[in-house]
């Protein structure tokens, strides 16, 4: 979707390096979040934010910070990585409304860490 | 705390076959409820959505009913196709002003011509 752009789409980065990914919306949307993928979890959220600077955890928030200075954009970043934060990562927004309507989700970034 | 359970996968099915997959959940609220879909190597897409009791969601020949007394949404289609190919996510929103989403583990299925 174009209205959502996550970069890299792809990383290899060493254990213990810094990493940090991003996520750039044009929907001028409230809500952005960072969820993790693995092979028998789903995706689980690892945080959240609901507006500029305003940040939250999720269920899977050791080791990973993010900010959000702009609206359109939430950073996520792997303070120093290790083997078992390899995965897929994605970002999705979501509008404010009344009722829930869901998420719109980026394309995803492949991190691997070696 | 919230949380939907899938069935285990992964599913391999023929062209024009019935689908079924089933969707539990907890929650302690009356949550929306979702389906997800991912094609290989893309992000998640909604694929249909129902918020409250007895709604059924609809999209692309697939349904899913909101059973409050099962605490249930499965996902259903009468005949697949190849093209139906993918991992389907189900996951429930509680709506408390944060949206956030929980999801089972998916279900991958893949057809057969």
């Known amino acids: 979707d174009a209205g959502i752009t996550q970069s890299p789409r792809h990383k290899v980065t060493e254990t213990g390096t810094p990493v940090t990914l991003r996520c750039h919306q044009t929907e001028n949307h409230r809500y952005m979040y960072w969820y993790r993928q693995d092979p028998g979890h789903g995706l689980r959220l690892i945080h959240y934010?609901?507006?500029?600077?305003?940040?939250d955890k999720g269920e899977v928030s050791d080791g990973y910070s993010v900010s959000r200075s702009k609206t359109e954009d939430f950073l996520l970043t792997l303070e120093s990585a290790t083997s078992s934060q390899t995965s897929v990562y994605f970002c999705?927004?979501?509008?404010?409304?009344?009722?829930?309507?869901?998420?719109?989700f980026g394309s995803g970034t492949r991190l691997t860490v070696v | 705390g919230d949380s939907v359970t899938q069935m285990e996968g992964p599913v391999t099915l023929s062209e024009e076959a019935f689908l079924t997959i089933n969707c539990t959940y907890t929650?302690?609220?009356?949550?929306?409820l979702f389906w997800y879909v991912q094609y290989p190597g893309e992000g998640l897409q909604l694929l249909l959505k129902a918020t409250k009791a007895d709604d059924k969601g609809s999209n692309k020949g697939f349904e899913a009913t909101y059973r409050k007394e099962t605490t249930s949404f499965h996902l259903e289609k009468g005949s697949v196709q190849v093209s139906d190919s993918a991992v389907y996510f189900c996951?429930?929103?509680?709506?408390?002003?944060?949206?956030?989403?929980?999801f089972g583990a998916g279900t991958t299925v893949t057809v057969r011509a």
């Open positions: 934010s609901y507006g500029v600077k305003d940040t």
């Open positions: 999705a927004i979501s509008e404010e409304t009344e009722g829930v309507d869901g998420y719109t």
């Open positions: 929650a302690t609220g009356y949550p929306s």
């Open positions: 996951a429930l929103s509680e709506g408390r002003g944060d949206y956030k989403l929980s």
